[in-house]
């Protein structure tokens, strides 16, 4: 009797004990599936700023789907602060005009980890190819200014003197290096990891070689806040390099009831 009642208890150990360890495996599971879902799949933001109102107002939530643009590696290891290995490759879709997207703000230089870098949020004006038109301190897309049926605005912007012009670069594109788009163009040659500056008669070095274009690494973005007056975008920082990219707001979860952008 005594024999079977310690086999009994031995048991009833053993269940608990499977039991426990089945259900601290499930755990781990939906823990790592939840973290390769949020790193590679969707993810939730919340709006800071005015810069996207009316389209997006401070404190609304929304879900951003990240495969289209990037396939990158998470942020962080589950359950920490703990930097993981970060490495990406191109999404399953193509950024379009317009699309609302969330990028790592491109002030750093291109080494720093992503889980280091500030979130933004912003509207797509401009894709790789575009040309812009930079006058007075406002952007305009050289197509939207030819399409556009004031002559009078239409001539002043495409033949006055003061208008400057860019293309966004694609990769491999070569970008002519002027005075007029330093702002624009020495952000992107620092962030491919060059060394930039000017020789005793003003000609642009790259990594100390006289250089007059260079070739652009990846694709580039011209970005803009919709409330124009409280947004810093891609007038003020310059272009969004395709690495930066985390995904597209689709949806505002927050507040009730939700809304498709």
């Known amino acids: ?3 079977f009642m310690e086999n009994n208890s031995r048991d ?3 269940f608990c004990l499977n039991k426990s360890f089945r259900f601290m495996a499930l755990l781990l599971v939906v823990v790592i599936a939840a973290w390769i879902c949020k790193s590679i799949g969707f993810s939730v933001y919340r709006i800071p700023s005015l810069s996207m109102y009316p389209a997006l107002e401070p404190n609304e939530y929304v879900l951003v ?3 289209p643009f990037n396939l990158r590696t998470p942020e962080y290891y589950p359950l920490t602060g703990i930097p993981f290995p970060y490495f990406f490759a191109s999404g399953f879709g193509k950024v379009q005009r317009e699309d609302i997207m969330v990028f790592d703000l491109p002030l750093f230089p291109a080494e720093l980890h992503p889980a280091r870098k500030e979130d933004y949020i912003k509207r797509c004006l401009g894709l790789p190819g ?6 007075e301190d406002h952007y305009y897309l050289k197509k939207d200014v030819i399409s556009n049926k004031n002559e009078i605005i239409k001539s002043q912007l495409l033949k006055d003197s003061a208008t400057i012009s860019f293309v966004i670069p694609k990769k491999g594109a070569f970008i002519q290096l002027a005075d007029s788009t330093q702002h624009i163009w020495e952000s992107i040659v620092i962030r491919d990891g060059n060394t930039f500056g000017r020789d ?3 000609i642009f070095l790259i990594n100390g070689i006289q250089k007059l274009k260079y070739r652009a690494q990846q694709d580039y973005y ?3 806040g919709d409330n124009r007056r409280f947004s810093t975008d ?3 920082w310059g272009l ?3 690495s930066n990219l985390i995904g597209r707001a689709e949806v505002v979860l927050w507040p009730w009831p939700p809304r498709w952008l």
């Open 1 to 3: 009797m005594h024999l």
């Open 12 to 14: 009833k150990i053993s």
């Open 65 to 67: 789907s990240k495969y």
């Open 130 to 135: 575009d040309t812009v038109l930079w006058y």
């Open 200 to 202: 005793n008669s003003g």
């Open 222 to 224: 011209f970005v803009q």
């Open 234 to 236: 891609s007038r003020s």
């Open 240 to 242: 969004v390099p395709k």
